[in-house]
Structure formats: structure tokens, C-alpha cells
């Protein structure tokens, strides 16, 4: 584990960012571990911690109803700017909490014992944190069971980005990116926001299978992901699809702002030199769906970048053609 960053909170939110757990439904392994460390140090509440810039999000919690709270109330968000674990034996007694609604109101916190989850790179985003309602101590034994928990929270955050990629290209594995294309679909649905999807696929690819073999497949797919992911920006996903096709979804960005990162993309794609029989040229074609009110589900969205991808295809490949949509505009 690296040293903690603590002064670098750009940093420590693209981290977080990262996990995308972030106003997610509970999970069954946060579940058990905060149900474990609520049973084991025989306290009320027990919470998985996230803090985002403005609010605390709850992975887990248990002995509470309430899936966020503001951050400027947040014991966790004194937590993350500590390397340690961060131990109030009385609220009402600390000058930091005394006047905190939360010590005051509803749920009463008296004590309080929370571990930072630390990222790999050496960002806190969140802590796992053990709650009471009386004043109370925290033995170094008790707080040992909080820190090897708090590692598990922080292994089960890496296992699910890890299983979520494809081997080959970085990329989100189709089921992984489908996943964050449901969630964008709920947020853009909830908040009113512009996203973009964008289904790309390498031109002619069987000729470079068929004429080089699958090795030379293999390395263009990797140029062609390296080259996506370097032009994208770091909240946006690129996920493989199957084959030879690639899904990329572009956040808080309009119909303009995706089809012009969509020929940001093509314009890379097409000035690569894959390193195969002497230098091979690649192209790629694009399709550009900005969400739409008509827009439920993720195959909604697919759809409608897939009939665009089409007519790249169709039109000649290597190019970008965008989604009309027209008949959203007139349904809304």
C-alpha cells in the first residue's frame, strides 16, 4: 500500500469514481461484512462509507434506514484524512461533533470507530465505519477486526473492476459495460443529464485475420482499445462488445460534444501502424446515439447506436454517422 494522498481530493474523486459504486443498490459481500462487524463489536450501526464530494454514500449499512447523508455532517469524511483509524469515544464531548445534528438528532451517535478504505494507489475514498449510540471505548483488539475488514471492503471494491474487463483489451467485458450503460440510463432519466453512446467496429477484420492470422487480430484489437482509451476522458468507459466491436459511453456530454469525440477517436484509430507484416493500417466505423426520452433500456440504447454504425458501414466505412433523433424530439 502506498502512502495516503491526502491533499490531492481531484485525485482521491477519480478513484471513487473508478469503483462506480456510487448510488448503487447493496451488494451480498458489503452486506455480510458490515453485518459481521456489527455483530462482532456488538454495535447498532455498521456502514460502508463512500465519500463523494458533497455527500456520503452508504455501500452497506445496518442499524440505519438512509442510503446517504450530506458529507459536511459526515464522520467518515474526518476519517479519510487520517491514516489510521479515527476513534471518538464520546460525541458530545468532542468539539469536532458535539453540534452535528447527527449527535444531537437522530441517530444519536455517542461513539464512533472508523478505518479509511484505501485504494491501492494511496487515495481514502471512504471508510468502514462502527457506530454507537453510548459513550464507549474501542479496544486495539476491536480495532485490529475493523482494519482486516476494512482491507476485505477494499479487495471485494478491486475484485469487481478486475472482473469486469476483458483480458485482451482493458476494456469492460459486454456484460460489465451493459451494467454501466443501466445505471447511465437511471441517472440520465433521474438528474436530466446528457450522455452518448458510441458502438465502433474495426473495418474489414476477418481480412486480418484470414490474411494474417489471429495474432495479428489479437494485437489490432489492442491498438485500437490503447488508442480509445487514451483519447477518452477518465470518467468515460470503453467496454468490447464481442468480436471485434467496441461500446463507449460518454457522460454528461451532448449530441455535438459525442460525435466530435467520435471523430477524435476514428482520426487515432486510422493513423495507427499496428507492428504486424511490416506496419498494418486499420480503420474503424462509428455510430453515435446521444440518450434519447425513448431510451428504457440499455438494448434501447444499443439499438439505436447499432442502426448508426450501420450506415457508417454502409456509407462506406471510416466514419462517423449519428442517431437521428428526430422522432425522440417529436415523442417527447
Same mark, same amino acid.
Given at each position: 500500500?502506498?502512502?495516503?494522498?491526502?491533499?490531492?481530493?481531484? &485525485?482521491?474523486?477519480?478513484?471513487?469514481?473508478?469503483?462506480?459504486?456510487?448510488?448503487?443498490?447493496?451488494?451480498?459481500?458489503?452486506?455480510?461484512?458490515?453485518?459481521? %462487524? !456489527?455483530?462482532?463489536?456488538?454495535?447498532?450501526?455498521?456502514?460502508?462509507?463512500?465519500?463523494?464530494? +458533497? =455527500? =456520503?454514500?452508504?455501500?452497506?449499512?445496518?442499524?440505519?434506514? *438512509?442510503?446517504?447523508?450530506?458529507?459536511?455532517?459526515?464522520?467518515?469524511?474526518?476519517?479519510?484524512? *487520517?491514516?489510521?483509524?479515527?476513534? %471518538?469515544?464520546?460525541? #458530545?464531548?468532542?468539539?469536532?461533533?458535539?453540534?452535528?445534528?447527527?449527535?444531537?438528532?437522530?441517530?444519536?451517535?455517542? $461513539?464512533?470507530?472508523?478505518?479509511?478504505? =484505501?485504494?491501492?494507489?494511496?487515495?481514502?475514498?471512504?471508510?468502514?465505519?462502527?457506530?454507537?449510540?453510548?459513550?464507549?471505548?474501542?479496544?486495539?483488539?476491536?480495532?485490529?477486526?475493523?482494519?482486516?475488514?476494512?482491507?476485505?471492503?477494499?479487495? +471485494?471494491?478491486?475484485?469487481?473492476?478486475?472482473?469486469?474487463?476483458?483480458?485482451?483489451? &482493458?476494456?469492460? *467485458?459486454?456484460?460489465?459495460?451493459?451494467?454501466?450503460?443501466? !445505471?447511465?440510463? $437511471?441517472?440520465?432519466?433521474?438528474? &436530466?443529464?446528457?450522455?452518448?453512446?458510441?458502438? #465502433?467496429?474495426?473495418?474489414?477484420?476477418?481480412? @486480418?485475420?484470414?490474411?494474417?492470422?489471429?495474432?495479428?487480430?489479437?494485437? @489490432?484489437?489492442?491498438?485500437?482499445?490503447?488508442?480509445?482509451?487514451?483519447?477518452?476522458?477518465?470518467?468515460?468507459?470503453?467496454?468490447?462488445?464481442?468480436?471485434?466491436?467496441?461500446?463507449?459511453?460518454?457522460?454528461?456530454?451532448?449530441?455535438?460534444?459525442?460525435?466530435?469525440?467520435?471523430?477524435?477517436?476514428?482520426?487515432?484509430?486510422?493513423?495507427?501502424?499496428?507492428?504486424?507484416?511490416?506496419?498494418?493500417?486499420? *480503420?474503424?466505423?462509428? &455510430?453515435?446515439?446521444?440518450?434519447?426520452?425513448?431510451?428504457?433500456?440499455?438494448?434501447?440504447?444499443?439499438?439505436?447506436?447499432?442502426?448508426?454504425?450501420? $450506415?457508417?458501414?454502409?456509407?462506406?466505412?471510416?466514419?462517423? @454517422?449519428?442517431?437521428?433523433?428526430?422522432?425522440?424530439?417529436?415523442?417527447?
Amino acid at each position: 500500500m502506498r502512502e495516503p494522498k491526502f491533499h490531492d481530493e481531484e &485525485g482521491r474523486i477519480a478513484a471513487l469514481i473508478r469503483y462506480d459504486v456510487l448510488d448503487t443498490p447493496p451488494e451480498a459481500p458489503f452486506e455480510k461484512i458490515t453485518l459481521l %462487524v !456489527k455483530d462482532v463489536l456488538q454495535v447498532p450501526i455498521c456502514a460502508v462509507s463512500l465519500v463523494d464530494r +458533497e =455527500q =456520503q454514500w452508504f455501500k452497506s449499512i445496518q442499524g440505519l434506514d *438512509t442510503r446517504e447523508t450530506p458529507r459536511s455532517i459526515s464522520f467518515c469524511a474526518h476519517t479519510i484524512r *487520517t491514516d489510521e483509524a479515527l476513534i %471518538v469515544t464520546d460525541a #458530545l464531548q468532542d468539539p469536532r461533533f458535539s453540534t452535528n445534528p447527527l449527535v444531537l438528532g437522530e441517530p444519536h451517535i455517542r $461513539s464512533y470507530a472508523g478505518v479509511p478504505l =484505501q485504494s491501492p494507489d494511496g487515495y481514502n475514498v471512504g471508510a468502514l465505519c462502527a457506530i454507537d449510540v453510548v459513550p464507549r471505548e474501542f479496544s486495539d483488539a476491536q480495532l485490529g477486526i475493523l482494519r482486516s475488514f476494512a482491507s476485505l471492503v477494499v479487495d +471485494e471494491l478491486e475484485l469487481r473492476r478486475i472482473a469486469e474487463r476483458d483480458h485482451l483489451t &482493458g476494456a469492460l *467485458t459486454r456484460r460489465g459495460f451493459v451494467e454501466q450503460v443501466k !445505471k447511465e440510463i $437511471s441517472r440520465c432519466r433521474r438528474h &436530466g443529464r446528457e450522455s452518448v453512446l458510441v458502438l #465502433l467496429d474495426i473495418d474489414h477484420f476477418k481480412r @486480418v485475420n484470414d490474411g494474417h492470422g489471429h495474432p495479428a487480430g489479437d494485437s @489490432v484489437l489492442k491498438a485500437a482499445a490503447s488508442a480509445c482509451l487514451e483519447g477518452l476522458r477518465e470518467n468515460d468507459l470503453l467496454g468490447r462488445l464481442g468480436g471485434e466491436e467496441f461500446g463507449i459511453l460518454l457522460t454528461e456530454t451532448d449530441a455535438g460534444g459525442g460525435l466530435e469525440a467520435a471523430e477524435k477517436l476514428r482520426k487515432a484509430i486510422a493513423g495507427l501502424r499496428v507492428d504486424v507484416a511490416g506496419g498494418l493500417r486499420v *480503420t474503424a466505423s462509428f &455510430g453515435v446515439a446521444p440518450f434519447a426520452a425513448s431510451v428504457s433500456k440499455p438494448e434501447d440504447w444499443i439499438a439505436r447506436a447499432d442502426e448508426a454504425l450501420y $450506415s457508417a458501414k454502409r456509407g462506406g466505412r471510416n466514419r462517423c @454517422v449519428a442517431a437521428n433523433a428526430l422522432a425522440d424530439a417529436i415523442a417527447a
